[in-house]
């Protein structure tokens, strides 16, 4: 069975630090990949995806995230963070042609201001 | 609606009785999935609807849950002789049918202590 690994469950950054989130999946084959974020009191929410063409996605709020398919990684950046981006983040992988993304544990992020 | 709606969003039941969740995906999305979320964990998968079909039940964790979706729409998980264990925070997202392209959309969740 496929796994999403996240490594870092807890982070906790200064404004204007520079954020990296890994996230690591075990299935070989085509996969579709994506980050959620859950904000303290709200839904989870899509942030970026990945399903094909240039391996560097932009998603909202600045995210980006780059899919290295040799290291079966999706890490998600972010260049300067600020207090806002405090939140719980979520990758989820989910084999091509497969309709259920399987979710890592999740990294909690604090922002300090 | 615009949203994925779930109810109730928070509900206290006593160790043995029965509950019902209920989610009420955006209009047009066939794919429907549960979720559990507990303390710590991530989310774990319980059930996924196609239409109102439910190709995948190897989520659910024991007999005791259930789930249905009528008309292509609602759905409801059904927990039946709650245990403390099932305390968590249960999730239900909607997606087109094309995997989920357009990403999946999540409900607020039901927050359910069993006490």
């Known amino acids: 069975a496929q796994s999403v690994s996240q490594h870092n469950h807890h982070v906790i950054l200064s404004e204007a630090a520079s954020l990296e989130l890994g996230c690591n999946y075990s299935y070989g084959g085509t996969v579709n990949l994506f980050w959620y974020v859950q904000y303290p009191g709200q839904h989870l929410q899509l942030l970026l995806k990945y399903f094909s063409g240039d391996p560097l996605v932009k998603g909202i709020k600045g995210f980006e995230a780059e899919f290295i398919k040799s290291k079966f990684s999706f890490n998600l950046r972010k260049p300067s963070v600020q207090w806002s981006d405090t939140a719980e983040y979520f990758c989820a992988v989910s084999p091509g042609g497969s309709y259920i993304p399987t979710f890592g544990r999740g990294t909690s992020l604090i922002v300090h201001p | 609606g615009a949203g994925v709606s779930q109810s109730p969003s928070n509900k206290v039941t006593e160790k043995g009785k029965d509950v019902e969740l209920r989610c009420d995906p955006i209009s047009g999305h066939t794919a429907l999935y549960w979720y559990r979320q507990s303390l710590g964990q991530g989310l774990e998968f319980l059930i996924y609807?196609?239409?109102?079909?439910?190709?995948?039940k190897s989520g659910l964790p024991s007999d005791r849950f259930s789930a249905e979706r009528t008309g292509g729409s609602v759905s409801t998980l059904t927990i039946q002789r709650t245990q403390q264990e099932d305390s968590a925070v249960y999730l239900c997202a909607s997606s087109t049918l094309f995997r989920g392209e357009g990403g999946y959309t999540f409900g607020s969740g039901t927050r359910l202590t069993v006490v």
């Open positions: 609807f196609q239409g109102n079909s439910a190709p995948d």
